[in-house]
């Protein structure tokens, strides 16, 4: 059984840092793209950042870039997602995704999920 189970999230002052953790079990984890997502209330489910195990590509969103990392430990089977200088803007439930052999960018930037983790509140506050 695929399971991705998240951590991290909570309340943070603006200009403050976050880190998110995504433990994933249940499938083979060098053969999949690692992601996080996001939505705020009102707003469509947009990639933030991706990793892909396959082939080594990351993706970051254009709002997130400088600003957060997408580190992965694969003896731990957990990618984790850095955000630093948080933004009240940045306020939203962070998902964690997998998506078997695809690229960072197909992950992200084309939506292409097979499995999601239960998701994570961050909010920052002005």
């Known amino acids: 059984e695929v399971q991705l189970v998240e951590s991290g999230g909570g309340w943070v002052q603006a200009g403050g840092s976050l880190r998110l953790s995504c433990a994933a079990s249940?499938?083979?984890?060098?053969?999949?793209?690692i992601g996080w997502f996001r939505q705020a209330p009102g707003k469509e489910r947009e990639g933030v950042s991706c990793i892909s195990n396959s082939d080594g590509s990351t993706y970051y969103a254009d709002s997130v870039k400088g600003r957060f990392t997408i580190p992965s430990d694969n003896a731990k089977n957990t990618v984790y997602l850095q955000m630093n200088s948080l933004k009240p803007e940045d306020t939203a439930v962070y998902y964690c995704?997998?998506?078997?052999?695809?690229?960072?960018?197909?992950?992200?930037?084309?939506?292409?999920?097979?499995?999601w983790g239960q998701g994570n509140q961050v909010t920052v506050s002005s």
């Open positions: 249940g499938f083979t984890f060098d053969d999949y793209a």
């Open positions: 995704a997998a998506t078997w052999d695809t690229t960072a960018q197909g992950m992200g930037l084309m939506g292409q999920v097979d499995h």
